[in-house]
């Protein structure tokens, strides 16, 4: 009686150390498995685009074809996982809202049945630091005569070479439709204008609009500009000058996405008359 009783025991022992053996291997928490991400593509993630890297498994257990959960502190970003091969490995990828705000630092972590892995620390761009946008135009423009005093009042036109305005999207798109347009003219006489594309831009407002297209090579639109300033009669004394002076402010805008960028710009515009 007492050797079938010491059996049932060592029978009863055996299967506890095999249950505990078993616990240890698994993962979801259990001891000595371990979650890990690393190889990630980018430390940096610009609006809408998207990062990669590498997630394992280590475990006593199978580890293939695991569903992993891709985790992050932001609600711009949004992550997926492969299932695991053989191995425990798989790919995951991060992706950022097109619309991101503000540049921040954000975490990535993955979880799987209650195991969690190292963080990894990401900055997130923002939709204006993402995208390359820029737009250039002369901060002045000038012209001079030397004429006879008391010549009467004339216009002149100045060719501008340079005005451009550059755009690229945060995901690198290019060849987008940039709108033009001039928000006032300071001190404006009659017989001021600035043309640009073929459209006159004077002192009436509500202001007219143009725009360029920027070319998929680079991203950049020409503005064939021409500035008309009227220059001053000239003084009565010889060796005197006047000037007439007036401020452009210019405005691009780019819409994308259902988002709009913009950017200004002032150009001083200065004629000037000396009588000789």
Same mark, same amino acid.
């Given at each position: =009686? ?13 299967? =506890?150390?095999?249950? =505990? ?14 979650? *890990?991400?690393s190889?990630?593509s ?7 685009? @998207? ?6 498994i280590?475990?006593?257990?199978a ?16 992550? *997926? +996982?492969? $299932?695991?091969?053989? @191995? ?6 991060? &992706?950022? +809202?097109?619309t991101? +705000? ?13 195991? &969690?892995?190292? $963080?990894?620390?990401? &900055?997130?761009?923002?939709? +204006?630091? @993402? ?8 901060? *002045? ?13 004339? &216009?002149a036109?100045? %060719? %501008?070479s340079?005005?451009? /305005?550059?755009?690229i999207?945060?995901?690198?798109? $290019?060849?987008l439709? %940039?709108?033009? @347009? ?40 020409? =503005? ?5 300033? /009227?220059?001053?009669a000239?003084?009565?004394? /010889? ?29 001083s /515009? *200065? ?6």
């Amino acid at each position: =009686m007492l050797n079938n009783r010491l059996r049932v025991l060592y029978l009863a022992v055996l299967l =506890m150390s095999g249950v =505990m053996l078993t616990g240890c291997g698994g993962t979801g928490g259990a001891s000595g498995s371990t979650i *890990t991400l690393s190889g990630l593509s980018a430390t940096t993630i610009k609006a809408g685009t @998207s990062a990669s890297g590498v997630l394992t498994i280590a475990s006593a257990n199978a580890v293939n074809e695991i569903s992993v959960d891709i985790k992050t502190d932001s609600t711009e970003v949004t992550g *997926t +996982a492969d $299932k695991t091969n053989s @191995s425990g490995v798989a790919s995951f990828t991060i &992706t950022a +809202a097109p619309t991101v +705000a503000s540049t921040k630092t954000i975490h990535v972590w993955a979880e799987y049945n209650g195991l &969690t892995s190292n $963080k990894l620390e990401i &900055t997130l761009s923002s939709v +204006a630091d @993402s995208s390359t946008f820029n737009f250039s135009v002369g901060p *002045t423009a000038e012209f001079s005569r030397a004429v006879a005093a008391g010549t009467a009042a004339t &216009t002149a036109n100045i %060719v %501008v070479s340079g005005n451009q /305005v550059s755009f690229i999207a945060a995901d690198g798109t $290019k060849g987008l439709p %940039v709108t033009i @347009s001039i928000d006032q003219i300071d001190n404006y006489s009659v017989g001021d204008n600035v043309r640009i594309n073929g459209i006159d831009f004077s002192g009436v407002f509500p202001v007219q609009t143009t725009t360029l297209t920027t070319n998929n090579t680079d991203g950049i639109a020409l =503005m064939p500009t021409t500035i008309t300033v /009227v220059l001053p009669a000239a003084p009565s004394t /010889v060796g005197q000058s006047i000037s007439h002076v007036y401020a452009v402010y210019w405005r691009a805008t780019v819409t994308y996405k259902g988002l709009t960028y913009t950017k200004t710009g002032v150009t001083s /515009v *200065t004629g000037t008359t000396t009588a000789s």
